[in-house]
């Protein structure tokens, strides 16, 4: 098994409920943890503010494996493709695949932006506290170099709660 960071997003329609949503179907892949939900500020073109998580995956699911299921599970629930950056339903992002690398034209992990966006590094942080970053610097030395002040607490992981139980009872 392998522990594998998903960035989630939302900021179109009931931006909770699409979290939850794409939440619930990676735990059909393996167990979940997730992090608190944060509000942020857009980056791109103006649009609504997002609702942002981290997801830690346990799975024996390869990268490409993994991010075409990602992929399959924003199309299941409704992503529209608009602009780069643009307005998202949900946008599912595989950040890191265990030690793994990979460089290919429509996958690369760790996520090249990763390290520069607060939006993924704060709730990365929830649920990987203490972490070396790809190139070996520590999170909260990066988190420090950034602007955090755009990222708002939301909802904290307990907003997943009922939806455990739920799915334990399956």
């Known amino acids: 098994m392998t522990e594998a960071f998903i960035g989630l997003g939302s900021n179109v ?3 909770l409920a699409y979290l939850r949503a794409a939440v619930s179907a990676l735990r059909e892949l393996g167990p979940v943890r997730v992090s608190r939900v944060y509000e942020t500020e857009p980056v791109g073109p103006p649009q609504a503010r997002f609702l942002n998580a ?22 299941q629930l409704g992503r529209i493709t608009r602009e780069r950056w643009g307005p998202r339903e949900i946008d599912l992002d595989l950040l890191l695949h265990g ?9 690369v992990v760790p996520h090249p ?15 990987l506290p203490g972490a070396t970053l790809p190139g070996g610097q520590m999170l909260g030395d990066v988190l420090r170099t950034l602007e955090t002040a755009g990222v708002c607490a939301f909802a904290d992981a307990d907003v997943f709660a009922n939806q455990d139980e739920v799915h334990r009872k399956r």
């Open 13 to 15: 329609g009931d931006r």
């Open 54 to 75: 981290v997801a830690a995956l346990e799975t024996e699911l390869r990268p490409r494996e993994l991010f075409d299921e990602l992929k399959r599970i924003e199309s």
């Open 99 to 107: 030690e793994e690398s990979v460089d290919e034209p429509d996958l």
């Open 113 to 127: 932006a990763m390290t520069v966006r607060a939006f993924v590094l704060v709730p990365l942080g929830d649920v």
